[in-house]
């Protein structure tokens, strides 16, 4: 009993070890000032660039194609059934507009494309179409 006691404690000791270590090692890749943004608003403990953790990794809300205002909006309101699969994020009102916007413009940076967070406003009107 104290033989699988003990290895099971080693195993959690290890589990939580390492996912410390991959948690550290991927905000690593985290500019400074959004660190900073992230660590003051707890960002950070639902959030990563590049891996899920409680919430979905950044690279995949820019994948969404989210304008920055749109992500501003979602951050004090936010949508679940935008996010299957994932508990519901608490508004973030704290936040002030100014740092949240800077936030969003760098987690759509992370979209891969040449540009990125480049993304035009929900509210450009689109060009009125032809007539025949």
């Not at 959004?34 to 403990?45: R, S």
């Amino acid at each position: 009993m104290k033989k699988t006691f003990g290895f099971l404690f080693a195993t959690a000791l290890l589990t939580v070890a390492s996912y410390n270590a991959n948690a550290q090692a991927s905000t690593a890749e985290i500019p400074a000032d959004m660190n900073a943004l992230m660590q003051k608003y707890t960002c950070i403990a639902c959030h990563r660039p590049d891996q899920r953790l409680v919430g979905p990794a950044y690279k995949d809300v820019a994948k969404k194609n989210y304008t920055n205002e749109k992500i501003v909006e979602l951050i004090y309101n936010p949508v679940p059934s935008n996010w299957p699969g994932y508990p519901p994020m608490a508004p973030m009102k704290q936040v002030p507009k100014e740092d949240a916007l800077k936030l969003a413009a760098w987690i759509n940076s992370l979209d891969g494309t040449p540009g990125g967070g480049a993304k035009k406003s929900s509210t450009a009107k689109k060009p009125a179409a032809k007539k025949s």
